[in-house]
């Protein structure tokens, strides 16, 4: 029977070392974020002009959300690894779901920014809207499971009107972009396409960051054969056939997946930066009218 403890203290120097030297890489995000956010996209760059061709459901909205959605799970990470005198203190595995959120914020973001043409760009923003939506109706639909009448028929209602004015708004920048709803309408690549694309985009080789978002995935979740094949099983006892002991993470692995999550985010943000002050190469740029 297995009793794992709820932490690890890692005494391995050289394995502490290239921890805290990720923490760092992690925690310097926070600026990075600024001074990407910072400044205004050029009049004439290329995010400008699909800020342009998608207004109002801005491309760069949603950039610039999963972006900060990826900081701030870094961020959470360097605050969950420390014990109260500041020693390093690594959680067995709550570490992953941060890191697999901060992978897949990253991934969002430079997917979106990836493709060459804007037209592709602006259909990958109606694609995640319109995915959104159905996410947001499905969210109701739950929610309101065992209400009253009147309180459901209240919430559908009100969730009815958004649904509208949101789907209008994609309609809107299709048209504009010469895009039909078929193209963009329950069309969103699951999201391990999405993140091998945004892994090549970020000169990630061997599609590592589909790998290592996989392997995070699965300590995400409550996998027993992920926890036992990933973590570190130390007997204490043995009785019979009953093994006792404690369980821990692999400070190897778990900084190696830490750090990946890191590079996709500084990737993007990168893609975020030149973005905005790369020159549009595509004319005319769209307007949206309703």
Known sequence: MTSPDDYLVDEEPSLAEQFEFVLRRQAELNGLFDRAQKPRALARSRI???????????????????LLQAIDCGRAMTRAVRAPDGSLELPIMALYP?????????????????????????????????????????????????RGDSEANKARRAEAVRERRRKSHLRAVAKANGIDPGEYENTVPAWEARISEAGRALGIPNDGLAVVWRLASGLSHPSLTRGTSVLDFTTVSEEGNVLSGVMSTKTESLTAVISLGERAARGALQQWRVAKIQPNDEQPVPVVSF
């Open 98 to 146: 941060l890191a697999r959120g901060q992978i897949e914020c990253a991934a969002m973001a430079a997917w979106v920014m990836a493709p060459k043409l804007r037209r592709d760009r602006v259909l990958r923003r109606l694609q995640v809207g319109h995915d959104e939506i159905s996410k947001e109706k499905a969210l109701v639909v739950s929610a309101i499971g065992g």
């Open 48 to 66: 400008a002009a699909d800020n342009q061709a998608t207004s109002p459901v801005q491309l760069e909205h949603l950039v610039s959300y999963c």
